[in-house]
């Protein structure tokens, strides 16, 4: 008994050893501490990213790409039913344990406003959290994809669009119950007018018994800020002078042409640009109607005019209706007779 006894506590040595002499051994993709990516159409794929492990990311690091086991989304590859980004979603998401055995949960908004978070359900999100990767690990091994990027069907019942997301609250990630109007999920139309989306990371951490706290950041309340291109490249806090945007608003009947990007656009939009480039902004009146002027940032009837984006600006085209011009038609009818008038005056 006594040999046993020293034997057993001979391997728990051993094991312990192991362990602590390889403390950084990376995990198999798709686990708790894992940063997850998942873009999907819910009529044709689900696509799960393994963004990289969040001990190996500092999230107050600036402009850092963020390059995991996994690669980048490809609408052209990954999506069947369509190639546009027309009712595609992207959601963002993590949970980790840290060494006082702490739950805490990350997911991304498209507000740089705190939520507000309940406490009730946390339990839920690591129950859908466990359920999501177990799927995904299981799947990760068998469909041919690099390690760490996988393919599914969204209505599967382990699949993120059905444990994280409903029609009724999408994005709310699961059982975390925000309060209100969490926008957790980026749609990512907006890669029609933009070049990338930025995202705001949250952390949560589980106090138990139903209480939670959100986890700020230095200086907000959000502990990183995610920017995704539209060719699924992910940067960690990028420099904040990288880009601007312009916002261009119409008012009445036309659109105005901006080059770059040598498009022109017809409905109030907001694109991103490289900060201190100048753009051409053309208006284009539509047939029955004449430019007004410009207003916000511009001012004046120039056109085409030219804007320095070296800040956000913001872009006014007015249009009015052309007034039909009148004449006067004198008539006179000599003898016996009439004049008809079609259309009449």
Excluded at 9 to 25: G, K, T
Excluded at 188 to 216: N, P
Excluded at 241 to 252: E, F, P
Excluded at 308 to 330: C, G, H, M, R, W
């Amino acid at each position: 008994m006594f040999i046993k006894t020293i034997r057993y506590i001979l391997y728990l040595i051993l094991l312990s050893s192991l362990i602590i002499s390889f403390p950084n051994q990376p995990k198999a993709a798709f686990d708790i501490g894992h940063l997850i990516q998942v873009v999907y159409r819910p009529d044709d794929a689900e696509v799960g990213i393994d963004l990289d492990e969040l001990r190996n990311l500092n999230l107050s690091q600036k402009n850092h790409t963020i390059k995991g086991p996994g690669t980048t989304f490809d609408i052209n590859r990954h999506f069947t039913s369509s190639h546009s980004w027309d009712n595609i979603n992207m959601g963002i998401f993590s949970l980790e344990m840290d060494s006082n055995q702490e739950w805490f949960a990350y997911f991304i908004t498209t507000k740089p406003t705190a939520p507000q978070p309940s406490g009730s359900s946390f339990y839920a999100f690591k129950s859908a959290f466990d359920a999501i990767m177990g799927y995904y690990r299981e799947i990760d091994k068998s469909d041919g994809e690099r390690e760490g990027l996988l393919v599914i069907n969204p209505t599967h019942h382990s699949s993120y669009f059905v444990k994280m997301n409903s029609t009724t609250t999408p994005g709310q990630y699961a059982g975390l119950n925000f309060k209100c109007c969490l926008d957790g999920e980026a749609n990512l139309e907006d890669f029609k007018t933009k070049t990338f989306i930025d995202l705001y990371l949250y952390k949560i951490h589980d106090l138990g018994r139903g209480k939670v706290e959100l986890i700020q950041g230095d200086s907000t309340p959000y502990v990183a800020v995610l920017r995704v291109f539209s060719d699924g490249t992910t940067i960690l806090n990028p420099y904040e002078n990288d880009a601007v945007n312009l916002t261009l608003d119409l008012d009445g009947n036309g659109g105005v042409e901006l080059s770059p990007p040598n498009k022109i656009y017809f409905q109030d939009t907001e694109i991103s640009f490289d900060k201190g480039i100048d753009i051409s902004l053309t208006a284009k009146p539509s047939a029955g109607w004449k430019f007004a002027g410009w207003g916000g940032s511009l001012m004046g009837l120039e056109n085409p005019v030219l804007l320095n984006l070296d800040s956000y600006k913001t872009v006014t085209a007015t249009f009015t209706e052309i007034s039909p011009v009148q004449f006067n038609l004198d008539l006179t009818i000599t003898g016996q007779g009439f004049i008809d008038i079609d259309p009449p005056g």
